[in-house]
């Protein structure tokens, strides 16, 4: 393809590369900035370089470091009824559930909002500093390239600031909320965190770090066929007799070791913390002196008596369709994996690659709950508390993320009768 520029400017030189999700060795031709290469057997995006990715890496990273400490620095909103005035920031959001002695719904938010966020940033910062300071350990980059591909899966602020809109929109009826400075400083840390999280590529980051892998002769086939091992972690190949990579030091499996026993074992334990939190309440309203407990599909059938139909299908597809059908879609992957059926198991990938994508999105009830009780706190008056099937329901969340990360997505191409690897390299500016 035509690609705009100086054709002997590449950012990205490697000979080969194995696909994570079918296993499929790859031959990368040489790349240059702002083009993209999907592996030719998947279409899985493998390689993505972004036009001047350190610099822009740096600024958005940075800028959004600086959004998160306006948003940590001012209110963040407000609350008022019958006269009464609250006003709370983004830090009361963690001490609230602290100090009534949610120390475990504390410390998932504290790692949500703030730890898992700040981590990702300052590794990724550091690395793109490192890549102009040779004189830098590389054994620190190598640990901050790892931390950088186990954090992102847990990043949720996106998810956060759904769940406050959520949240602002079941107070309406109540009281009225005014967002505050810090509220717009969030949205700005929202966008530019997630800008970031786009613009890293883990294999462009190997190859600033390790240099370019080491090459093997290569046939239009899996690496499990040729005797060879592709690296989760870095996208390098490696001989089948290899323990761990030569090029990140992770330790590598031809295939994840008890992959389908590991997922199905989750996904029974997501099921039996599933009845809990749908049983009891996730939140307790207290009103006047009277407290009134809310399950979450209460919740849901409240917004949609109060005519907040958008919303109430929000909380429905987040906290009960998504988690019931993710289990149900990973059970028939796992079941798959086993006895496939006449189904292209290019379908089934795309399903799988939907259940790892929303997963995360079931938290917005969680984060609702969390928001409210840091802002209605007036005593008899009026407050709010997580209920007891709040941690039940983050669990079934992490059980089920968890789930989807244990599946190994290859064995589904194990069992596929006649794998085509004719199409051409997919690349694209």
Not at 349 to 363: A, F, H, N
Not at 387 to 393: D, K, R
Request: proline share 4%.
């Amino acid at each position: 393809m035509s690609r705009g520029f100086g054709m002997s400017h590449y950012v990205f030189h490697e000979n080969i590369t194995t696909c994570e999700e079918c296993d499929f060795v790859n031959s990368i031709p040489p790349l240059q900035s702002g083009e993209r290469f999907r592996c030719q057997h998947c279409g899985h995006v493998l390689v993505s370089i972004h036009k001047h990715v350190a610099a822009r890496i740096m600024g958005a990273g940075l800028s959004a470091l600086l959004m998160l400490a306006l948003a940590m620095s001012f209110p963040f909103l407000g609350f008022s009824t019958n006269g009464i005035e609250r006003s709370v920031t983004l830090f009361n959001t963690l001490s609230v559930l602290l100090s009534h002695g949610y120390l475990v719904l504390g410390a998932i938010i504290s790692l949500a909002l703030f730890v898992f966020p700040l981590v990702y940033l300052f590794s990724v910062l550091f690395l793109v500093w490192s890549f102009q300071h040779k004189e830098v350990l590389n054994f620190a980059q190598r640990y901050c390239i790892r931390w950088l591909v186990v954090v992102q899966p847990w990043l949720m602020v996106d998810v956060f600031l759904v769940g406050i809109l959520v949240a602002l929109v079941k107070m309406s009826s109540l009281a009225d909320i005014s967002l505050k400075l810090s509220f717009w400083a969030f949205c700005g840390y929202v966008i530019l965190l997630l800008k970031t999280i786009t613009l890293v590529d883990k294999r462009w980051f190997w190859n600033q770090v390790a240099g370019k892998a080491a090459d093997h002769p290569m046939i239009d086939t899996t690496a499990k066929q040729q005797g060879l091992i592709g690296c989760h972690f870095c996208g390098a190949t490696q001989l089948g007799n290899a323990k761990h990579c030569d090029r990140c030091g992770h330790s590598i499996n031809s295939r994840r070791p008890k992959s389908i026993m590991t997922t199905v074992a989750l996904l029974i334990a997501s099921l039996v913390m599933y009845i809990p939190a749908n049983v009891f309440p996730i939140m307790q309203t207290t009103f006047l002196g009277s407290t009134e407990p809310s399950t979450i599909m209460g919740g849901v059938l409240l917004l949609w008596s109060l005519g907040s139909y958008p919303v109430a299908l929000i909380i429905l597809f987040a906290s009960v369709v998504i988690p019931l059908a993710k289990v149900l879609a990973l059970s028939w992957l796992c079941w798959q994996s086993y006895f496939p059926s006449h189904r292209q198991t290019e379908q089934k990938i795309k399903l799988y690659r939907i259940t790892e994508l929303v997963g995360r999105w079931s938290m917005i009830d969680v984060f609702v709950v969390a928001i409210l009780t840091s802002l209605v706190q007036m005593g008899n008056f009026m407050s709010i508390l997580p209920g007891p099937a709040v941690l039940s329901f983050t669990a079934v969340i992490v059980l089920t993320m968890l789930a989807a990360m244990t599946f190994d997505p290859r064995l589904l191409w194990d069992k596929d009768d006649a794998p085509s690897a004719s199409s051409l390299a997919r690349r694209e500016e």
